[in-house]
């Protein structure tokens, strides 16, 4: 798979120097030049690490957007969640040259750990529900249990209507109001409409891939989150729901 932006030739220019791709990698994984470390958090959007990297390391933060649109297959939740070395000084194209090429290694690498192979359609559909689980869920546990909610609520045909699908890029930390609900005509409302986001919310951990992969059987329908605890409390009908939901008023 070519990586769509750059010379298919596979050689980059580095101010005067043509070196091919691995062997950019490599001196970039073998520097000596000062290191400094970038993180990204499950759960959090590809525009907000862009952004706060872009900062921390003085770089323009729209070209560095715009350099990851370029290369990458997803729009959000391809960049593997980690802390990445980087030199200080890397260019906007070559550091989202790093992070989606690492990451495509790692997506393609967890695929087959679990299934044996690396079926990118069927990977992206994964990360897609995960990205869900990854921001419903109130910790690891609740994880499988999240995945079933979806998938009940899928199967009866009932929209997921989840605030987390509303916290995508920009609106990461945004708290989802009743008026934001009516109004975002986004494909990842999914108050107004039907299914899984077509493409992930976020960045997801493994544990959320291993829940949408394997979900907890339960007969649930609904959560809430429980204002004393943090967790959620799950029930099977509407009337359970909105009980657990009137009683912390």
């Known amino acids: 798979m070519r990586f769509i932006g750059y ?36 759960g959090e959007t590809t525009v907000i690490f862009l952004n706060d990297i ?37 260019s906007e194209r070559h550091l989202a040259y790093y992070l989606v090429n690492i990451s495509r ?32 869920a109130a910790n690891k546990a609740e994880m499988p249990i999240v995945a079933s909610v979806i998938y009940n609520r899928l199967e009866k045909n009932m929209r ?19 008026e934001r609900i009516r ?7 999914t108050y107004l409409t039907s299914g899984v986001p077509p493409t992930p919310v976020c960045s997801v951990s493994i544990d959320a891939i291993k829940a949408a992969i394997n979900p907890a059987k339960t007969d649930y329908l609904y959560f809430v989150r429980d204002k004393k ?8 009908t509407l009337l359970e729901h909105n009980t657990n939901i009137n009683s912390q008023k």
């Open 7 to 42: 010379p298919q030739s596979g050689w980059i220019n580095i101010g005067e120097t043509n070196i091919s791709r691995g062997r950019f990698l490599q001196r970039l994984t073998r520097a000596k030049a000062a290191m400094t470390d970038i993180t990204l958090i499950p």
């Open 54 to 90: 872009a900062r921390k390391l003085g770089l323009d933060a729209k070209k560095l957007n715009d350099e990851y649109e370029k290369i990458s297959p997803l729009p959000d939740g391809f960049i593997v969640p980690n802390t990445y070395k980087v030199p200080l000084g890397i």
């Open 105 to 136: 290694k790692s997506q393609i690498a967890i695929s087959e750990k679990i299934f044996g192979d690396y079926n990118e359609r069927k990977w992206f559909k994964i990360l897609a529900t995960a990205a869900v689980i990854q921001k419903e």
């Open 160 to 178: 997921l209507q989840m605030d987390g699908t509303l916290n995508y890029g920009i609106y990461s930390h945004e708290a989802v109001t009743p």
């Open 183 to 189: 109004t975002d005509m986004s494909e990842f409302n």
């Open 229 to 236: 605890s943090g967790k959620h409390r799950f029930s099977r």
